[in-house]
């Protein structure tokens, strides 16, 4: 069953921009975090950024090899949670998943519903 849907993927070059979207299936996103990974072929998922769930504070961190490269945001009135990616690089390359959890972290089991990704391609 489909909890989160991403999208917004596709096929770039190394120092273009690309947004991808998320969005809860058939509810309201809760007062939870959201994150980012990173799935490159062959490879572990990993943290790329997350957005808290305090109602108050919507605190954002990254992952270091794109802190200043890439934002997270929230818009509670369209339900959605963007990935602004800017100036990216080859390794970028891989699939994209969002993820919500009660906590945030930077760990796969710290977020109980995931998306079923979109891929996001940079070419050098």
């Known amino acids: 069953q489909v909890q989160l849907v991403e999208s917004g993927g596709g096929l770039v070059q190394a120092g273009d921009s690309l947004r991808l979207s998320c969005t809860p299936a058939?509810?309201?996103?809760?007062?939870?975090?959201v994150a980012w990974f990173r799935q490159a072929p062959g490879q572990e998922r990993v943290f790329v950024a997350a957005?808290?769930?305090?109602?108050?504070?919507?605190?954002?961190y990254y992952a270091d090899n794109v802190q200043g490269r890439f934002t997270v945001s929230r818009d509670i009135a369209k339900n959605t949670v963007y990935l602004q990616m800017n100036s990216l690089r080859p390794e970028d390359t891989g699939v994209y998943y969002c993820?919500?959890?009660?906590?945030?972290?930077?760990?796969?089991?710290?977020?109980?519903?995931w998306g079923q990704g979109t891929q996001v391609t940079v070419s050098s």
């Open positions: 993820a919500e959890g009660p906590n945030g972290g930077v760990g796969s089991p710290d977020y109980d519903y």
């Open positions: 058939g509810r309201r996103f809760s007062n939870y975090a």
């Open positions: 957005i808290s769930g305090h109602i108050f504070s919507d605190s954002t």
